[in-house]
């Protein structure tokens, strides 16, 4: 399996779950739909394009490397003439997330990559406000699949988020982050349904059902504390007796 990940990263991302017109929540991490989305517009698809429906039997995992600090705006909408509306907005600031596709097409996989570097259409994260922070960073790993990739990449955080995180844990030698994934790459662990599967992103008919996820944690190197040895904190009073 061709396996690409993707750092997501922006001073705002949005991943919007059942949402109403009055209020557009978030979920803490990248949707697999978004991610769809994002794909769909860097080919040039368009909502209506049957084509985008064939991107959900890529494979995807994501790992939260840095999570977002939670933000809500409002917003006083005219959705008719002569009536006002506030709309409340979820947003997840400074946050950084590794996501993971993969496919055993590994065609495709490389359609993908060329048109992730060269998209036809804007891409954003979440929403169309949310743009990158920069160019993508996009890496490929052949023979692996998402889950294992994400298990060996090293922490992706920013710069000033692991200081923080080191000064804060001076011992900590490593970090623990979470990681969601297609049920069947976890199928011993334990699965929840979620309305994230695409049937539709048309405008006039956007519509999702449901596909399987499954949660792992997985522990790495604080690059910030590589090589030090861990300073023994164990203390027994009674040794001097």
Known sequence: M???TLRLTAPLQS???QATFERRTSGDFPSKSAVIGMIAAALGYRRDDDRILALNDLVFAVRVDQGGKPLTEFQTVEWKQGTRKLTH???LQDAVFMVAVGSEDEAMMTRIYEALQHPKFQLFLGRRASVPAGVLQI???ADQ????VLKELAWQASDWYQKRYTKWHPQATTVTLDMYADAALLPNKHQV???DRVESFDQR???YGFRPLATERVTLPNPLLKGVDQVATEHDPFSVL
């Open 193 to 195: 349904m979620v309305r």
């Open 205 to 207: 008919d956007r519509r």
């Open 89 to 91: 907005r979820d947003y």
């Open 15 to 17: 991943y919007g779950n």
């Open 2 to 4: 061709k396996t690409l």
């Open 145 to 148: 699949t998402p889950l294992a």
């Open 139 to 141: 890496r490929e790993f």
